[in-house]
């Protein structure tokens, strides 16, 4: 089988669950003839027409929410936001009306709200967001982060079999760079497991989406240079979070560097650090450590968006450090 | 007073409706009810206003917990909206519109029990007075924020629409939400879709203190039908009938595939926003001539007796019969008891079932072992026994 | 001097800071000759006029982005949000566009953006909500949540005097429950400093909003019963946080439990956890632990508010389960 | 192809304005302008133009930082728009709009630097293209989020209204603009309050690939304005001197303290929705038709010289200015350096002055100690030296 890229594996989910369940369908800011500003759902608009590809005005609140509407009668709409950062206008929807929908009213609410999201392509403060911090924080709702082809496939898959709302974030610096071969068959990830993205004993790293790479790279290094063994950790779902993984890392290497492309403050590597200290302070040898976005919004110029956001060789020294403690 | 409250005062010509876009139909719809469907309109706003005024009664006992909220004087506009939709079709009720959920089979015991939070309530005490629903019966429950109904509707027309089904959606909003954005997305996405929605305006003056004057500068709220591309429809929000008329022409438009339509009725809040609101800012006078020479089912008894030859007697059986009901409902409602604590972390998600009782919780050791993960996550007891 | 409650507090502030600054306006849904449905802004309308107290139509996007304007132009807007649950409207509009308007754009947009917050008060899952996560998650905002008579006073003069967005969250519990003798003369409180509520030596406990009150009556207790020495942190500011007061407390007491109202997955607790854990590892003797409410909706009924908030035993239990740790 | 750009091609009656809601003004205040003026407007467009071409070159040479989007076709309905402004008044204009900006007084030099990304751009590297202000000159930075910029601006006038001030705003909407929460929110906003306020509706056929049938079921945008109890002008976009009547009289209105007025200028969107774009989704022959038969300055030019009886050496004189101006601006801009890392931690508030670099960065300590608070929150190196 030929290998497809982290875009294409999304695409692929999305055609085969339509042409697996008619009650899927795509809707969002033009995602039909166009195939969606990153050409993610390119194709499914000639394949299954304008009923089930829906282009919509640009209304964020009024597709998710239409969405919720249409999955309460049992369709499992996949919406896009154009950029996920335009997600923002739909935070009441989502949180008040979508999270709470099947505890308060007792009223499914199966969608899926997926979209391009994060920074290292010059994108600017508004079109290189990672929110999965706020949404995580909302009980109701799931969320997905992947890092690799095979998961961006095989989570899409999940979500929209899920039978509540989910929410999917995709790497916009991963699109088009990561490729794999997709397992055989009805390849299906499920939501809540994280991955060993690398066998350790020294230390663990535990992070998601694009920064997964750059821990694989600083984990290298780490081993060439300094003979570290270094486990990194996928979490692939943010929520919920798979503790038993979590925990399993950290006691075994006793040693924990959460990383994300977040800001630092309030983003999920504090809940991470508040549950590891929790499940297994006894077995920690060091401290937790954040290796982070600088709390500031993401400056488009190159040298500004590179200073802010987490890099390689920030995970290295991050990870020397904690080594040494 | 909100300059438009002068003009819809009872000087409003009466059963007929003004239009704005779209050709009136020939006869109206009213005028081929039966007598039990007439009596019934009557049934179901006068079943409405017992129901809310046992709630007062409640609600002064302290046994309704949080807010009640009123529709008294607005019974007209619900159920005669309601009762033109067929039981196949599905609407949005707000917080006044307790006449709609009853016309589309909400029970008074259910009601009841929502109010005082019990155990047995449709919503086993997690959301408040009338916000629940059931979509076999055809009613969707609202949450608080207020134009959030509208794209939901949209989206529940949408199945419609995509599944080539003969149903059709009502969703209600107040002179109020028509200010909010999700109002704006939701029925510009309906329109532009050519969903089967009707979306009721009910103008009663007043969102909260706000006058409507306040809340925009339209002349009228179905001047905003143009500028989506829908037909706009406006009627006297007091009589059941010519409610009954022009959601009955909406409705229709929705079946044959005309899309949506926009209505607005034209009535007013007699009491205030919620029964602790003591309307301090409204004009003296105001209330009293609405009471006097605009009450829906005052206005309509008239009619029954006058126009449709109705015996007193048999408008005071409806009467009758609505108190019972009413009674009855109150006598078991009282019986049952509020909701066990553990049930409250139930249902977030189908999977997980429930979420995990926090490890200090008061004999959470007991608990835990109830619960099919007892090694939860974010719980203290994780790593070792200690905190039990 | 006579005590006045918190909310009389809030309203004393807005009035002296209308007096002292004519720039000074507020706006919202029926504050004006209603005087908001709390009655906060009760008076201001008669005092001010509704050119300077604006009932707004329900448009929160609206009136935080017209606020924003207004605070370009040189003004002091005060919003109102009726309940502080709508905030979830304005959310794009106070990320994306308040927070990082000095940043992207250097314009100032000093504002305060005002509402009941909280639970305890049966007020179901739309007026009981405690959304400062999502917000201090934000670089740009500023974030405060006063837990006394004499810092909802202050620091709501603080907030106006800002030259940044400040958001201040009113715990509608506290409202009429908590007076106070205010201190004379401009009495301000300075943001992102935090309070000792209580010395201690044993443990800290820190927390802000509503269960200060509870972690006192539980610090009573666990003297009273347990003969511990509780130390009580009140925040007061949660953007920025007062690091040095959260070390200075963790380094004396070597033990923390951090408490809050809010849900528990990316609560505040998380990152308090992080950066205790960052700063103090050395200092501490157990871990650090979190009393904080179930991941769920907030229903309605007492019995499950009751059960899904903290409460004083609950704190109790926790702090004695860290003493013993 | 959507349906009313055929109604909008270039049998579009010219240099006219069709109304709805209010009272046309006698003679047109383009024939009160003098011939500095009327060249003046052709500069403005010709400026933007030779700018947006000079952009183009950049891109291709990847000097571009990110997306270049393109006003081609357009440039007719931003400087006309902003022309009717005085120097006093504040417009915020969107992604299209580089001409009001140009107008208002931005440098050439200044959106060169901006798509650069250079240190000494307006906005120092951190927001792209053209999204910044000067609020001296009166123009306020725009965000992605569209919408955004309506109840900002309803802001922006209330407090001109509050102070007594003679200002007026003015703010671009595309037509897919008008379908966002905001739009909706701001403008009955400002319309209840009567905020001296201009909304323009840029009607250009497309939001990004989708054609304004996709986007709304109203005939026109000017006829949400009567839902918003505004009046409401549609003009011929491509006509710069019907855009500059048509919105010196909004403006006027606007100053008389008669409140919002909506304006819908019709037009057409040549080039794609970025660079990127390859328009696949455009109708063939669309984009030859607009190109041929309604090019602004190719309307104009015919204008000056029919009309006014300018010189064609006085028209080639503009385009020389034009092209002399963005050859010296481009000189300088390139010579300029990207901005220093450590630039990006400051200004997030105005106190604390710099956020703190975090302690994994190399050679961090030395940045720190520059700092003024080295015990920085949240950073590993508070504890102990180590990661030092
Ligand atoms: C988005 C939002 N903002 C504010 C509120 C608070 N609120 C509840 S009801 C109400 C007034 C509603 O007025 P209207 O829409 O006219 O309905 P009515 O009560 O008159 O039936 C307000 C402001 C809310 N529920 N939702
Ligand atoms: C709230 C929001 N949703 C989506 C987008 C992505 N987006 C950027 S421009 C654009 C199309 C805008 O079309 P229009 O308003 O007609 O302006 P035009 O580009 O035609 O000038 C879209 C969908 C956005 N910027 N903001
Ligand atoms: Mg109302
Ligand atoms: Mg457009």
């Known amino acids: 089988m030929a290998e497809i890229t982290y875009l294409e594996a999304i695409r692929e989910a999305l055609f085969e669950e339509m042409e697996r369940d008619e009650n899927v369908f795509c809707i969002g800011e033009d995602i039909g003839a166009y195939g969606g500003a990153f050409k993610v759902t390119d194709g499914l608009f000639t394949k299954f027409g304008e009923q089930r590809v829906i282009d919509s005005p640009i209304s964020e609140v009024g597709i998710v929410g239409a969405a919720a509407g249409a999955a309460h009668m049992g369709m499992r709409p996949v919406v896009e936001m154009q950029f996920i950062d335009f997600i923002a206008n739909a935070y009441d929807m989502l949180t008040n009306y979508v999270a709470t929908s099947r505890y308060r009213a007792d009223l499914a609410c199966p969608m899926v709200v997926r979209g391009p999201s994060g920074g290292y392509v010059r ?4 079109h290189s967001q990672n929110p999965e911090a706020g949404f995580v924080h909302t009980p109701g709702l799931k969320v997905v982060y992947p890092a690799t082809a095979e998961d961006a496939k095989g989570l899409m898959k999940a979500a929209i079999r899920d039978d509540d709302c989910v929410l999917f974030f995709e790497h916009k610096y991963l699109y088009r760079r990561i490729k794999a071969e997709m397992p055989a068959g009805d390849h299906v990830v ?18 998601y989406a694009a920064t997964v790479w750059k821990a694989l790279e600083a984990a290298e290094q780490l081993e060439k240079d300094d003979g570290l063994s270094v486990e990194v950790v996928d979490l692939r779902s943010l929520s919920p979070l798979d503790d038993e993984a979590i925990q399993a890392t950290v006691r075994k290497t006793n040693r924990a560097l959460i990383v994300h492309e977040d800001t630092r403050t309030g983003g999920l590597a504090g809940e991470i650090t508040a549950r590891i200290n929790e499940s297994s302070f006894a077995w920690l040898d060091a401290p937790v450590l954040r290796v982070t976005a600088h709390d500031v919004p993401l400056p488009y110029a190159p040298s500004l968006e590179d200073f802010v956001l987490p890099q390689t060789g920030d995970i290295v020294r991050a990870a020397r450090a904690l080594a040494a403690y | 007073m909100p300059p438009d409250t002068k003009r819809r005062g009872s000087t409003a010509d009466k059963g007929t409706s003004r239009e704005n876009g779209t050709a009136q139909a020939g006869a109206p719809h009213s005028s081929r009810l039966s007598r039990e469907q ?4 009557y049934y179901w706003m006068r079943l409405t206003r017992t129901l809310e005024e046992r709630l007062v009664a409640l609600y002064r006992q302290t046994k309704v917990v949080g807010g009640l909220f009123r529709s008294l004087g607005q019974e007209a506009d619900s159920v005669g909206s309601a009762f ?6 599905i609407l949005s009720p707000l917080i006044r519109n307790l006449g709609s959920m009853l016309v589309k089979g909400a029970e008074p015991l259910e009601i009841l029990r929502q109010y005082m939070a019990k155990a047995d309530s449709p919503t086993r005490g997690r959301e408040l007075n009338i916000h629940f629903g059931d979509t076999e019966r055809g009613f969707i429950g609202q949450i608080s924020p207020l134009g959030d109904m509208v794209p939901v509707m949209a989206g529940v027309t949408l199945t419609f629409r995509m599944r080539g089904q ?11 939400a028509t200010s909010t954005g999700a109002f704006h997305e939701g029925i510009n996405f309906a329109a532009v879709q050519r969903c089967p929605l009707v979306v009721v305006i009910e103008n009663n003056g007043y969102a909260y203190s706000t006058p409507t004057s306040k809340q925009t500068a339209a002349r009228q709220f179905i001047d905003k039908a143009i500028g989506y591309g829908v037909p706009g429809e406006q009627a006297d929000g007091n009589d059941v009938l010519a409610v009954y008329d022009v959601t009955k022409r909406a409705v229709d438009r929705a079946r044959r595939g005309e899309g949506v339509s926009i209505i607005e009725l034209m009535t007013y809040r007699r009491k205030g926003h919620a029964e602790h609101d003591n309307q301090s800012y409204v004009p003296p006078g105001e209330i009293d001539r609405w009471e006097r020479e605009n009450d829906p089912l005052t206005r309509y008894i008239a009619r029954l007796v006058d126009e449709f030859g109705f015996s007193p007697a048999e408008i005071e059986g409806v009467d009758e019969r609505a108190r019972r009901v009413i009674d009855e409902a109150t006598d078991v409602a009282e019986r049952s008891g509020p909701p066990a604590a553990l049930d409250a972390l139930t249902g977030v998600y189908l999977d997980p079932p429930a979420a995990q009782p926090l490890w200090f919780r008061e004999g959470v050791a007991k608990v835990v072992d109830q619960h099919e993960r007892p090694e939860g996550w974010g719980t203290f007891s994780t790593h070792d026994g200690e905190g039990h």
Chains 1, 3 share one sequence.
């Not at chain 1, 994108?123 to 508004?126: A, S, T, V, Y």
């Open chain 1, 123 to 126: 994108g600017g403060p508004f």
């Open chain 2, 84 to 89: 033109a939709l067929e039981r196949r079709d």
């Open chain 2, 166 to 176: 003969d149903r059709v959606g009502l969703v209600y909003v107040g002179d109020g």
């Open chain 1, 190 to 207: 499920p939501i809540g497991k994280a991955r060993i993205a690398r066998e350790g004993r020294d230390l663990s790293i535990i992070t």
């Open chain 2, 38 to 41: 007439l009596l019934e309109l």
